[in-house]
């Protein structure tokens, strides 16, 4: 395995910006210092002027998932391929078993899905329904495979019901693992959508009023609720709100353990966007819905509080062709989702560090640091330290784009993000200290391991 040593750039961790240079031998960082010196068999990278983070770790996709639409327009390779060409060198993908089906044989096969995979990998594991062998299924998972986050749903078809979230939380809470929850009112959603769909509106718009903001509140707080009395850790996946916020927040005022995750999109986009004909609205059919200017400043208040720890993308991608279009004429038929792994740290480089919303340093804690030590990666990776896997990204600031379907990696006919211009990217990219990524190109086969994490 080669030994590189990167020279003269400045490094950018959660708590610290240093100028340093970084040797990378076997896989590992190797050392952190100034004006290391080459013993001659190291490859040397300038680094001048340029920003070394710690490989992004998202900690919210799907790849390759089955819906009644098709599979997602990414799998496992396209996707992260996408996600490490953006600077993201672990994803975390979501095992959902078929009903009946057991958790661990579902991580199996979820496994081999992802056997050609460019970044680590690792997967919260849903439980879609409670029966006599759950509790031992989720204890073998924590022990025997490194699963310490398991993700209920409380809307779709493999909702949880609140005994069975009762039931799961109490489980994973005595194993000190983490539940990851999708926080909408599924029961009265299913009633606004009937509604509508009664009532003829069936065009994308009503996708989101059948979701309204109020429903993600009301079931933050039930959910913050149950995991205070059975004591289970609780992190909410893609909060789009700033009703759900504020009750997030007023938890962990009263010390809580919580976290909360929100994705580009409710940074970036606005329930507005409905408002437009079938072609170009479709796309925007996700959950929860995009929301207001005003939830979009309450959450990028909240991540330069810290109240908000990690931005995931959802990455869940569609094509306009042939899928969102099954639900031409009843938005209820949407398949739910839109990616974006592949631009998670431009943009918010671009429309968070340069526009001074939030710093470098939690720039970096969000998208990489705290991911890696909620979901118990933490000794080994998100971070720029001694001893850890040689996961780096070389970043140039001084590189600019427009996203656009006709240059993106990721495979979709559309782009939510569309006619974007983001500054900064992932020039190299190491993934345990094998160099994936240089002059923004992507030179390696599939590299990535199934990671067992640690709590
Ligand atoms: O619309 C979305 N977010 N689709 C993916 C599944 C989920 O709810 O996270
Ligand atoms: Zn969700
Ligand atoms: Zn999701």
């Known amino acids: 395995m080669c030994t590189f040593l990167i020279k003269n750039g400045t490094l950018i961790r959660h708590n610290e910006i240093l100028e340093a240079d970084i040797l990378i031998k076997e896989g590992k960082i190797a050392e952190i210092n100034k004006n290391i010196s080459a013993k001659g068999n190291e490859k040397i990278i300038d680094a001048t002027g340029k920003l070394i983070l710690p490989g992004g770790i998202d900690p919210h996709v799907h790849f390759d998932l089955p819906t009644p639409a098709g599979a997602t327009s990414d799998n496992f390779e396209t996707g992260s391929k996408a996600a490490i060409l953006g600077g993201t060198t672990t994803v ?11 958790l661990l044989q579902a991580l199996e096969w ?7 995979c460019y970044t680590d990998f690792s997967f919260h594991v849903s439980p879609v329904d409670w029966n006599e062998n759950t509790e031992n299924e989720i204890i073998k998972c924590v022990k025997d495979e490194g699963i310490t986050s398991f993700k209920i749903y409380m809307a779709y078809d493999i909702g949880l019901n609140d005994f069975q979230i009762a039931k799961v939380m109490q489980v994973v809470g005595s194993q000190n693992a983490m539940v990851t929850v999708h926080a909408e009112n599924g029961k009265v959603i299913d009633f606004l959508k009937e509604k509508f769909v009664k009532q003829g509106k069936t065009s994308p718009l009503y996708h989101a009023l059948s979701r309204p903001a109020v429903l993600e509140e009301e079931a933050v707080n039930r959910v913050l609720e149950i995991a205070k009395l059975t004591d289970c850790k609780l992190y909410i996946v893609h909060i789009s709100s700033a009703q759900a916020m504020l009750r997030i927040e007023k938890a962990m005022r009263e010390d809580q353990q919580v976290f909360a995750e929100t994705c580009p999109h409710y940074l970036l986009l606005e329930e507005t966007l409905y408002n437009q004909e079938f072609d170009k609205s479709a796309k925007y059919v996700l959950s929860p819905p995009l929301r207001t200017q005003n939830d979009r400043e309450k959450l990028w208040a909240a991540l330069s509080l810290n109240t908000v720890q990690t931005i995931g993308t959802d990455h869940c991608s ?15 038929k949407i398949p739910n989702g839109a990616g974006s792994v592949e631009y998670r740290l431009a943009l918010l480089y671009t429309y968070g560090v340069l526009e001074k919303k939030i710093t470098l340093n939690q ?23 001694i001893g850890y896997d040689a996961d780096i990204v070389i970043w140039n600031t001084e590189k600019e784009k427009t996203i656009s379907v006709n240059n993106q990696h990721q495979i979709c006919d559309s782009n939510i993000f569309e006619g974007f211009k983001i500054k900064g990217a992932a020039e190299t990219v190491f993934l345990r200290g094998n160099l994936m990524v240089e002059n923004e190109q992507l030179i390696s086969e599939p590299k990535g391991i199934f990671l067992k994490r640690k709590q």
């Open 92 to 102: 975390l993908d979501f095992v959902t078993p078929q009903k009946k089906q057991s």
């Open 110 to 116: 979820r496994k081999n899905d992802a056997k050609n």
């Open 318 to 332: 569609f094509h306009l062709k042939g899928q969102k279009d099954v639900g031409k004429d009843d938005f209820t």
């Open 363 to 385: 720039w970096v804690s969000l998208v990489a640091t705290q991911p890696a030590r909620l979901f118990g990666l933490g000794k080994q990776k998100g971070d720029l330290r």
